[in-house]
């Protein structure tokens, strides 16, 4: 039962990647310019003002759509050497599909990755991060199993127009975000709210789009010319709420039920969804009068198909939970939720000073589940593609400064003590942006945007000053207090 682990004096291994990312929604802006259509946060947003907590939306955000030189110097200051950054699907494919693609559109990702080479970073491209076309969503969206093909459509026209320069690839951000949430729930666009019905559609037609994604870049591209491709799976660490055995249990159906949901099929030896979501769907499908489980089953050859379609993990990561079994009926019926039946809170003692609620600061779950992922998927190299903190705004943001410094401790320890296959961190995110259903309220940002000002105005906080200096030394530095991380230790 590991801590973050106390202050040390390791390094990051001379070949570790370090990076910073963001995504199309969030910083663009340009929502109607160009040819782009509305995806589905534009409808979202602009139908439901209320869904977003200062009534703000991303039709400028911090205009980068105008303004990716200023960005592009912003990655150089930090010095990283790899910048994540996602594509939007209506800004190529206007009406979704592959007939007619906007070419204005592809003359902005060209411009930014021209512009990444001529400063020497690497790109990662993120395929899809959450913008899908709105005429997509009116025929089904992600519950229509054509989507497959549509997205595979897409994906090729990124590969032909760009895989000679973009040598990482990620296929989706966060699946979870988008089925659980967005499809079985009201968290995230498309708010469909359909839950325990269209949260598995959408699972299912995901991963089988994912796998078609990877064989084709496999088949047709990576022979011409090289490059890896992941996908990047958001997760909590699930720390059991008391020593029994019940919430220890607990705690490993979270992980298996959540992370696990993607991960299984994509990185597990044995391929398919975990055996436990199976069971449980298939079991309260039958009590609930389902012809059939709520959870569609993959035929074995769909199993091999999606087996092992990806050459790194990527993780999100910002904070832990802790679990217990649920001694009652939880969320809604049918749903995902109550599929799994557990109950996750957290720590009053763990501090935040977060404008996230949900953020807690708590390094050990951070190396925990690192270590988690290393054992349960056979040391697959992992990419931490997106970790960070969220406060108010300010430049001098401390609370930000001490987050860094003790996840990057942990992942120190996890690399070094635990062994723990880390190849990469990116950090999230490179400027302030409009952070969903927060909007500008939180920030996120190692660099400070003024949304008020005309230019989006960047500015340097004192975290991309630490950023850069852990870049530069490949270490933290020696006066980062350690004496405020006994309280993290878990
Ligand atoms: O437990 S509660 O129901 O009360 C709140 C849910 C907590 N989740 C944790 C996972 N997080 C995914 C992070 O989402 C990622 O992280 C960034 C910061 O949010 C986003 O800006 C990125 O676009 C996204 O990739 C979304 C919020």
Same mark, same amino acid.
Request: with cysteine; aromatic share 14%; net charge neutral.
């Given at each position: ?86 594509? %939007? ?19 902005? $990702? ?61 296929? #989706? ?89 993607? *991960? ?33 089953? #993959? ?25 217990? +079994? ?26 935040? +000073? ?19 992922? !290393? ?16 406060? $108010? %705004? ?25 062994? !723990? ?5 990116? *950090?999230?995110?490179? +400027? ?9 309220? !939180? ?7 003024? #949304? ?14 630490? $950023? ?19 309280? #993290?230790?878990?």
């Amino acid at each position: 039962n590991f801590s973050g682990g106390a202050k040390s004096n390791y390094t990051f291994p001379k070949e570790f990647l370090f990076g910073v990312s963001t995504a199309a929604i969030q910083i663009e802006g340009a929502w109607n310019e160009d040819g782009k259509s509305p995806s589905i946060w534009d409808q979202l947003v602009h139908s439901n003002p209320t869904f977003v907590r200062d009534r703000s939306t991303p039709n400028v955000a911090a205009n980068s759509y105008h303004l990716y030189k200023r960005d592009v110097q912003m990655v150089r200051e930090l010095g990283v050497d790899i910048y994540r950054f996602s594509i %939007s699907w209506p800004r190529i494919l206007p009406n979704g599909l592959a007939n007619s693609v906007n070419t204005l559109g592809l003359q902005y $990702y060209r411009n930014l990755i021209n512009e990444l080479e001529r400063y020497n970073i690497t790109p990662m491209v993120t395929i899809y991060h959450w913008d899908l076309p709105q005429k997509l969503q009116d025929i089904g969206g992600w519950t229509n199993a054509h989507i497959i093909d549509y997205y595979t459509d897409y994906a090729n026209i990124l590969f032909e127009n760009f895989a000679d320069k973009v040598k990482y690839w990620v296929t #989706f951000n966060e699946p979870m975000q988008t089925c659980i949430e967005g499809y079985g729930g009201t968290y995230r666009a498309p708010a469909l709210n359909r839950h325990g019905i269209a949260e598995y559609l959408c699972t299912h037609n995901l991963l089988k789009a994912h796998a078609s994604v990877y064989h084709l870049f496999n088949r047709q591209y990576r022979p011409l010319y090289g490059g890896k491709i992941g996908l990047a799976l958001d997760s909590n660490w699930a720390e059991p709420r008391s020593n029994s055995s019940s919430d220890r249990q607990a705690a490993q159906l979270y992980l298996r039920t959540h992370m696990g949901l993607y *991960a299984n099929p994509v990185y597990s030896a044995e391929g398919n969804y975990p055996p436990e979501i199976i069971k449980l769907v298939d079991e309260k499908s039958r009590q609930q009068n389902y012809s059939q489980s709520r959870l569609p089953k #993959f035929t074995p050859e769909e199993v091999e198909y999606i087996r092992g379609t990806a050459d790194f993990f990527g993780l999100n990561h910002y904070t832990t939970y802790l679990l217990s +079994m649920a001694t009652k009926p939880v969320g809604q019926i049918p749903s995902h939720e109550n599929d799994v039946g557990i109950v996750r809170v957290q720590d009053p003692t763990w501090p935040s +000073m977060s404008s996230s609620s949900w953020l807690k600061v708590v390094p050990f779950g951070f190396r925990k589940l690192l270590h988690w992922i !290393s054992k349960s998927y056979n040391n697959i190299p992992i990419i931490v593609t997106e970790n960070g903190y969220a406060d $108010y %705004s300010g430049v001098h943001d401390k609370a930000r400064v001490s987050y860094y410094n003790h996840y990057l401790n942990a992942l120190l320890h996890a690399i070094h003590e635990d062994r !723990s296959n880390v190849q990469g961190y990116f *950090a999230w995110s490179l +400027m302030d942006n409009w952070e969903w259903d927060d909007g500008y309220v !939180s920030r996120f940002g190692l660099y400070l945007v003024d #949304f008020e000002s005309p230019n989006k105005t960047r500015t340097a906080k004192d975290s991309a000053r630490l $950023y850069t200096r852990v870049v530069a030394t490949r270490g933290l530095p020696a006066d980062y207090d350690a004496a405020d991380y006994t309280a #993290f230790s878990g």
